[in-house]
């Protein structure tokens, strides 16, 4: 559970596991169920289409999320992701889920004849996973600028849409974390991708992925860098960076050249109380080495 704004936060990921192989066929309109899931105090499932939802997304498997009788308008942000060889997926879609709309959707999610012509070169069945990211608002209050503002969609099904707030490169890499649970060999030196991967990643609820950003950023920091990561640790609450922030510009060794860059007089000018947090690491650790 995490706080953004004036709103709790609740995000689940879920994986099924999909033989399609046993499904080719089907039909359109016709689907598979995924088990039950449950997020923000509501019970949710997947359903995949493999021929697709209608005949007119019949090149195309089809695949939906449904929120089970809901009592009231429920506002997510979700995406859908599948692999197989290589990975699909739809970027995050902001909906609420209501009554009245109690499932929203993608009807061209995989194309068909990628699916088709991996089940032909599969020595056995073809199994298909499907992932769910899902992320409810449980309480919110309209007014602040800070708000994150939600509509409606006026339709029960979405294509695949662009987001604004992502580089493609950054969404590629949590692509590539959700399915590998592993970070893209060019990010773990990189300081700025690792900078922009840890705010979608704590966007996204994806902790794991957050804290492997903090220990790599924790690492390759240097005395340019250190305070603007202090800042970005302070941003999205990440405790232990934030103290290995704190860490290094206490060090005997970096401290004097950190204090001569422009990136830490402009955070002491704006977050005065971190010189008190760098004193009192300076006074721990110095005096322990005076000691010995």
């Not at 997020?39 to 997304?57: E, H, I, K, L, T």
């Not at 032909?120 to 199994?127: E, R």
């Not at 992925?209 to 800042?231: H, P, Q, W």
Request: hydrophobic letters at 35%.
């Amino acid at each position: 559970m995490e706080y953004r704004g004036a709103s709790l936060w609740e995000t689940s990921e879920t994986c099924h596991t999909i033989t399609y192989s046993l499904l080719h066929g089907m039909e359109a309109g016709k689907y598979v169920t995924s088990s039950i899931f449950s997020v923000g105090g509501y019970n949710w499932y997947v359903r995949f289409y493999p021929d697709g939802w209608s005949a007119n997304c019949a090149g195309s498997a089809s695949v939906s999320l449904h929120c089970h009788n809901p009592s009231k308008d429920v506002t997510t942000r979700f995406m859908v992701l599948a692999k197989k060889d290589k990975i699909y997926g739809t970027s995050p879609v902001d909906t609420i889920f209501s009554p009245a709309h109690p499932a929203w959707g993608f009807d061209e999610f995989v194309p068909k004849f990628e699916l088709k012509s991996a089940l032909k070169s599969s020595s056995s069945h073809l199994n298909l996973m499907i992932k769910c990211v899902l992320t409810v608002r449980q309480e919110s209050h309209s007014g602040g600028k800070s708000a994150e503002l939600y509509s409606a969609m006026k339709e029960k099904t979405t294509q695949c849409i662009k987001i604004d707030d992502i580089e493609p490169p950054i969404f590629d890499a949590l692509l590539h974390y959700m399915y590998t649970d592993s970070m893209l060999d060019d990010f773990k030196g990189d300081m700025a991708k690792l900078q922009h991967l840890l705010v979608a990643a704590d966007r996204y609820g994806i902790e794991r992925l957050r804290m492997m950003c903090e220990e790599k950023l924790s690492v390759i920091m240097d005395s340019e860098t250190v305070a603007n990561t202090f800042a970005l640790a302070e941003q999205h609450n990440c405790t232990h960076l934030r103290q290995a922030c704190i860490g290094f510009m206490a060090s005997r060794q970096a401290l004097g050249a950190v204090m001569e860059t422009d990136e830490f007089k402009d955070l002491v000018s704006s977050s005065p109380l971190v010189m008190k947090d760098i004193l009192d690491q300076i006074s721990r650790d110095w005096s322990k080495v005076d000691g010995q």
